[in-house]
Nanobody
Framework: QVDVVESGGGLVQAGGSLRLSCTAS????????MGWFRQAPGEVREFVAG????????RYADSVKGRFTISRNSAKNTMYLQMNSLKPEDTAVYYC???????????????WGRGTQVTVSS
């Protein structure tokens, strides 16, 4: 069982930056693959970025590649999403997820946070 809580969302102008954090409970954080997903109003939840339990492997959606960076600090049980050069189309609720599979599919993740709102104004 892992509980995850997101933080760091907010309102930012286009071109700006935000850093999201996801803090997990439990002593097995390092064994879980982690991911960030987002969901805009009226849209399906989509994969943004993922990181393996070891932190060695990372992957990104094409729409954020080169602008977003995922990382994790196992000593702090925390995962991060550094978001630079933000665009209005990045506006969404961002969710943190933990799972046993290194995947881009939401169904492969077992534990989800409640989300944090990111709004990018033009």
């Amino acid at each position: 069982q892992v509980d995850v809580v997101e933080s760091g969302g907010g309102l930012v102008q286009a071109g700006g930056s935000l850093r999201l954090s996801c803090t997990a409970s439990g002593r097995t954080f390092g064994t879980y693959n982690m991911g960030w997903f987002r969901q805009a109003p009226g849209e399906v939840r989509e994969f943004v970025a993922g990181i393996s339990g070891s932190g060695i492997l990372t992957r990104y959606a094409d729409s954020v590649k080169g602008r977003f960076t995922i990382s994790r600090n196992s000593a702090k049980n925390t995962m991060y999403l550094q978001m630079n050069s933000l665009k209005p189309e990045d506006t969404a609720v961002y969710y943190c997820a933990a799972g046993r599979t290194y995947s881009i599919r939401a169904d492969d993740y077992d534990y989800w946070g409640r989300g944090t709102q990111v709004t990018v104004s033009s």
